[in-house]
């Protein structure tokens, strides 16, 4: 049994298939990129795997349960865990409070709430914030922040939606060693990145998505080398610089 | 400030002030119950009269009709408005907020409606109290000296506070924040949204009602007009908001003004229900709101701030 089994998992927006047809396997442990170009449908994903949308069509196995079309809260109970693009940290809170709302999933005791919490913010590196007020992060706190309250969550899955963009150089790489060291501690992660280059020395696979729909997976060094990918990404990139 | 509502009542006897402190204390626990909901889960109710009626009749009704003691009015009062305010939100939280804030505003409309046609309810009249001898037990005292119903009201206030407090102190407490910042997040962090709304609706639900049952027995009569009326729920959301949504001293303060506010145009314009006390009222949340968005509490706050020798006093 695979951690997560996507199988022709589609989702219309009215006219518009964000996501097509797409399968997908994960095990425990796995890192699996997930990349494409704006628009790709790949937040779309997120949301269907992690319950804060249904999917149109198709099958989405969690551990062996269908989870597809489960409430969000019922996903993160279950072990998805997940971070929002757009960073929407609760902002009348501190940081640690934020943190806290993931840590009471599993701990209802205050006391061991606010320890978890602490570990957590200690792992990503927030401890000295914790008393901060979250609103007057920075980007790359408040996308620490992002990480830090879905593993507060203890999932066995994590979701990460760009949690590296807009990040500068140094803090990219300190971001990846922290994905890295999550996973060396037996997390399973599905990383969704705009930018090629930050996915592929993190992930075992990559998963590629062009309007919806899966056109490419297999290790970082195939991936690289697909035609239809370097057509999809080059498009794009050439377009980017363009515009 | 806890200690200065106590002696309050041994120290003033003059009838308008002690008047205009047990309504204001009364008020304050509705408009605490109301700011659990309103302010620090997000869920803007317009009905809270709902509640407050629910009490004043639930009392008076089992008082009149089967001699029941008012304290177990009080509590029957609380299990009622905790099931309406259930039968309420199980269908509505369903929805984003704003639907709740109009769905309290139609059943405001529906509850009255029945109640007014409602002849074993006192119809368009209400519920006129018998007056009993003057004991705890049926919380009737002499209207000479309002001593006995401050301290009363003042325990219910602190009761209701306390309870408040309480609710917000752990998962409960983190939880309603989260869905009021950002209800979708809450979700995706394993938030029960529903549920814990359902939860702060209720204690809210049990507090008003409290209110309302008090206020029943202190005015000895019930008047569907006035614990039943629109007016009443848009008192309630604007004391709360006066005072400074999410604070606890908020509703008193915002009380203690709407209550002088009312008496005062009560007495000099014979304004008794045409609304100008909350038009006035109404014209100061706005101001207030324009200069301090936390509200009175917002205010007294800065000024605390701006006078650094007497910051530790205040802040009691
Ligand atoms: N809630 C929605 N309603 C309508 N269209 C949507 C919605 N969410 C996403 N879309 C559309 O679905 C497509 C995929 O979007 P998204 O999943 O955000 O892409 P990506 O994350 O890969 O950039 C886009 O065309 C987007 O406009
Ligand atoms: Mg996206």
Redesign the pocket.
Known sequence: MSLLELDGVTRR??G?V??NDVDLVLEEGDVVGLI????????????LIAGS?PPSSGSIAFRGAQVGGWSADRAARAGIGRTF?IMRIFKSMTVLENVMVGSYLRETRPARARDLAEQVLETVGLGELAGQAAANLTVASKKRLELARALATQPRLLLL?EVMSGLTPVETSEAVELVRKLNQSGLAVLL?E?VMEVVMPLSQRVVV?DH?VKIAEGTPAEVSRDSAVIEAYLGDQHAAAGG | MGLLLFVYPFVVKDAFWQNVAVLALVSASAAAAWNLLGGITGQVSFGHSIFYGTGAYTTGYLLVRYGLSPWVGMAAGCLVAVALGIVIGFPVFRLRSHYFSIATIAMQQVIFIIVVNNKALGAATGIELPLREASLANLQFSTRDLLPYHLIALALLGVSSLAIWLFMQGKAGAYVKAIRDDEDVARAMGVPVRRYKLYALALSAAITSLAGSYYGMYSLFIDPNVVLSLNLSIAIVLVGVLGGAGSLWGPLVGAWVLQVIQEETRVRLSGAGNALDLVIYGLLVMLIAVVEPAGLIGIGRRLARRLPVRRRAVQR
Not at chain 1, 36 to 47: D, I, M, Q, S, V
């Open positions: 927006f009215g518009l964000a996501v494409g170009p704006n628009g790709a449908g790949k937040t779309t994903l997120f949301a949308l693009q939606d969704v705009h998505l919806g």
